[in-house]
């Protein structure tokens, strides 16, 4: 898995690429494009898209060391066809699968090096490794552990009452307007997806980078020690001060993925 001779200087092309999903969805996705054999896939959080000052910053980082990375928005989001929901975990790794397959399909000499996934994005990518396995390399930033978790924070107190009584709850903005709703359906789904057992099925020789802002006031930073004691081949990385959007650490965040991602290559370039 070498780098290109342009990794120094290198030009990189933003292409939009579009990918059929499934479900016959197109899903829309920007490619920085330097050349490399190794195509890195960026997967956005929850409410989230290709936009977010992460995902760009991080196919920067990477375009800057000549590593080609793709950036794009799952189904539901941004300029991808579907209906948002509040679950579609596993559906989402299913996502990140046909954006895979696209690109092995493409280029034989071309190949995903790593998936990448923040937030939600970071469930995404270790449901993918542990249900394909067929990736080497796998950035966990910020993901969560407990998804039992942080419902209340989004959908009130007593929401499993209101969702038994209503079906349906909507969560609005400080205006009142609605954001999203959270169905029955979706609230189960996100629920009955155990990231615990998920991780054990991740297979033993592919590397797992958790990243985690120690000051995430998000998800806590405990949920990365958590992944840390289940995941056989894994590394963590704590960013001092990180909130869960990286507000004031996206170039510190960008530095250590770039300097991991660069190191993974060599070491897989090196490996008979």
Same mark, same amino acid.
């Not at 995902?55 to 920067?60: F, Q, R, S, T, Y």
């Given at each position: 898995m070498a780098l290109p001779p342009s990794a120094q200087n290198?030009?990189?092309?933003?292409?939009?690429?579009?990918?059929?999903? *499934?479900?016959?969805? *197109?899903?829309?996705?920007?490619?920085h494009d330097t050349g490399s054999n190794d195509i890195v896939i960026l997967c956005h959080g929850f409410c989230s898209t290709k936009e977010n000052d992460i995902?760009?910053?991080?196919? *920067?980082a990477l375009e800057k060391e000549g590593i080609s990375a793709f950036r794009f928005d799952l189904a539901g989001n941004?300029? %991808?066809e579907g209906s948002f929901a509040y679950g579609n975990y596993w559906r989402e790794a299913d996502d990140l699968r046909a954006v895979i397959e696209h690109f092995r399909g493409a280029s034989p000499s071309r190949g995903t090096s790593a998936i990448l996934g923040h937030s939600k994005g970071g469930n995404v990518v270790?449901?993918? =490794?542990? *249900?394909?396995?067929?990736? %080497?390399?796998?950035?966990?930033?910020?993901?969560r552990y407990d998804?039992?978790?942080?419902?209340?924070?989004? =959908?009130?107190?007593?929401?499993?009452?209101k969702i038994k009584q209503d079906g349906f709850i909507d969560v609005k903005d400080g205006t009142g307007s609605v954001i999203y709703r959270v169905t029955k359906e979706s609230l189960m789904d996100r629920l009955n997806t155990d990231m615990h057992?998920?991780?054990? =099925?991740i297979k033993k020789d592919c590397r797992v980078f958790t990243i985690h802002g120690s000051a995430d006031e998000i998800i806590p930073v405990e949920d990365a020690l958590e992944f840390a004691k289940i995941i056989p081949n894994h590394n963590l990385h704590i960013i001092e001060g990180a909130n869960h959007c990286y507000t004031s650490h996206l170039t510190e965040l960008a530095s250590v993925v770039s300097n991991l991602m660069k190191a993974t290559l060599k070491q897989g370039k090196d490996t008979p």
């Open positions: 290198p030009v990189a092309e933003q292409q939009k690429v579009t990918i059929s999903n *499934k479900h016959g969805e *197109k899903l829309i996705g920007l490619l995902m760009v910053n991080l196919a *920067k941004g300029e %991808s270790l449901l993918y =490794a542990s *249900k394909y396995q067929d990736i %080497s390399t796998v950035f966990n930033v910020s993901g998804l039992k978790r942080g419902i209340e924070e989004r =959908a009130g107190k007593g929401f499993m009452e057992e998920a991780c054990l =099925a």
